[in-house]
C-alpha cells in the first residue's frame, strides 16, 4: 500500500532519498518517549505485586491471575471507541483523556476494600488504557517519518522497557511499605506524563482541526486486505497471550510457588525479561530500516516463544533468569518490526486510529485468553503446559508472517 501526498507541509523535512541514516528522530517523538517512560515505571513497580495483592483477598491462583484479564477485557470492548475518538477529536487529547482515567483508578486500587472492587478499578483503568494506548500508537505513526519508522519504534519501545527495568527494582524498594504503595506511584507517575504531554505537545492540537479532517482515513477493511496487516494480527494475539498476558499474571505466582525463587525473584525476572527487550530494540530498530520488517518478526518471535516454553521447565532462579532473557530478547527483536509495519500500511499523514484499535484488540484478546487458560492448567499443577501453550501460540504468530508480503517503503517515499 502506497502513502499518499500529505495534505499539508510537514512540520520538518524528510531526508532525502537514500539518506536515511541521516533523518533525525522529530522533537514530538522525543515527547511521546518521555511519556512512554513515566507510564512504564510506573506500570513495572505495580506489576510484580499485582497477583499477590490480588490474592490477598482470600481468591485462589485463577482469579488471581484473572485480574489482568478483567484490565485487558476492558481494553478490548473500549478500543473501538478509543479508535473512533482519536481519529475524531484528534491523538492528544484522547492519549491525555486516557491517562488521566488510569492514574485515577489506579489510585482507587490502592484503596480496595474487597475483590469485587479491585476488579471494578482495574476495568476502569483498562478503559483509560484502551485510549491512551490507541492514540499515542497513532500519533506516532502519523508523526514518524517513513524512512525511520524503525528507529522512531524502537525508541518508543525502549522507553517502555527502560522503565519496565526499573520500575520491578523500585517495586522492590518499597515492598517493606505494603501491596497498596506501588499503585499510589504509579498514579503519580500517570499524572507526570499526563503534564508532560498537556506541556510539550500543544501543538498537535491541531489534528483535531480542519487538517485532521482532510486527511484520508484508512479503514479496518482496507488494513485488512494487506497480508502483512493480517499477519500482524496474528502474531498480535500471540504476543499479547504470551507476553502481556501470561508474564505479568503467571510468572509472579509461579516464582512464589517455586522452592528456592519466592516472589521476589518474579520482580528480577520481569526485569530481566525488559533487559533483553533493551539490549536488542536499539540496533534492531536501525536494521528494521535497512533490511526490511519480516525477517525481524519471524526471527524475534521464534525466540520469544521458544524461551517461552523453556521458561515453564525451570526449577532454579538461574534457568528462570536465563529463559526470561531469552525470551526478552526475542521480543525486541520482533516489537519495533511489527510496530513499523502496521505503519506501513496506515501510511504518512493518514488517520489510523480504528486500524491501530483493531490490532490492540486483537493483542488484548490474547492478553484475556493467557491467563484464564494458564491460570487453569497452573491450578492443576501443570506449570510446564502453562508457558508450553503460549509458547507454542507465539511460534505459530511467527510462522505466520512467512507468506506475507515486505512492507518497507522505499527511499522515496513520502
Known amino acids: 500500500m502506497s502513502d499518499p501526498a500529505p495534505s499539508s507541509p510537514a512540520p520538518r523535512p524528510g531526508p532525502a532519498p537514500g539518506d536515511e541514516r541521516s533523518a533525525r528522530i522529530p522533537y514530538e517523538i522525543w515527547i511521546l518517549v518521555a511519556a512512554a517512560f513515566c507510564v512504564a515505571i510506573g506500570y513495572g513497580i505495580v506489576a510484580p505485586v499485582l497477583p499477590q495483592y490480588a490474592a490477598g483477598f482470600g481468591v485462589g491462583v485463577q482469579a488471581a491471575s484473572a485480574i489482568v484479564s478483567v484490565f485487558a477485557f476492558a481494553r478490548l470492548v473500549s478500543a473501538p471507541a478509543g479508535g473512533a475518538l482519536t481519529d475524531r477529536l484528534g491523538e492528544r487529547r484522547v492519549y491525555m483523556t486516557g491517562l488521566l482515567i488510569v492514574a485515577l483508578s489506579t489510585g482507587a486500587v490502592a484503596f480496595a476494600g474487597s475483590y469485587p472492587q479491585l476488579v471494578i478499578f482495574r476495568g476502569l483503568g483498562g478503559i483509560g488504557s484502551a485510549m491512551f494506548t490507541v492514540s499515542s500508537a497513532a500519533l506516532l505513526v502519523r508523526l514518524a517519518p517513513p524512512s525511520i519508522r524503525g528507529r522512531c519504534s524502537s525508541a518508543y519501545g525502549s522507553a517502555f522497557l527502560i522503565g519496565s527495568i526499573g520500575g520491578p527494582v523500585l517495586g522492590g524498594l518499597t515492598a517493606g511499605l505494603g501491596f497498596r504503595v506501588p499503585f499510589l506511584i504509579y498514579a503519580a507517575m500517570l499524572l507526570v506524563a499526563t503534564a508532560v504531554v498537556a506541556l510539550f505537545l500543544r501543538g498537535q492540537d491541531r489534528a483535531a482541526g480542519p487538517a485532521a479532517a482532510a486527511r484520508e482515513v484508512v479503514t479496518f477493511a482496507e488494513a485488512l486486505s494487506t497480508g502483512a496487516f493480517r499477519s500482524a494480527l496474528i502474531s498480535g494475539f500471540a504476543n499479547g497471550w504470551a507476553n502481556f498476558g501470561i508474564r505479568v499474571a503467571l510468572v509472579p505466582l509461579f516464582a512464589a510457588a517455586t522452592p528456592g525463587m519466592g516472589v521476589g525473584w518474579a520482580g528480577v525476572a520481569l526485569t530481566v525479561f525488559a533487559a533483553g527487550n533493551a539490549v536488542a530494540l536499539p540496533v534492531t530498530g536501525r536494521a528494521v530500516d535497512a533490511f526490511g520488517r519480516k525477517p525481524f518478526i519471524v526471527l524475534g518471535y521464534l525466540v520469544n516463544g521458544l524461551g517461552t516454553i523453556a521458561l515453564g521447565c525451570s526449577h ?58 494458564a491460570g487453569g492448567i497452573a491450578a492443576a499443577g501443570g506449570s510446564p503446559g502453562a508457558f508450553a501453550l503460549p509458547g507454542t501460540v507465539v511460534v505459530l504468530g511467527a510462522l505466520a508472517w512467512l507468506p506475507a508480503r515486505e512492507t518497507r517503503p522505499g527511499p522515496d517515499a513520502p
Open 316 to 373: 532454579s532462579v538461574t534457568v528462570l533468569l536465563v529463559t526470561s532473557a531469552i525470551a526478552g530478547l526475542g521480543a525486541g527483536l520482533a516489537s519495533p518490526a511489527q510496530q513499523a509495519a502496521i505503519a506501513d500500511v496506515v501510511g504518512a499523514q493518514r488517520n489510523g486510529g480504528k486500524v491501530i484499535a483493531g490490532f490492540q484488540m486483537c493483542q488484548d484478546v490474547g492478553a484475556i485468553t493467557g491467563p484464564m487458560v
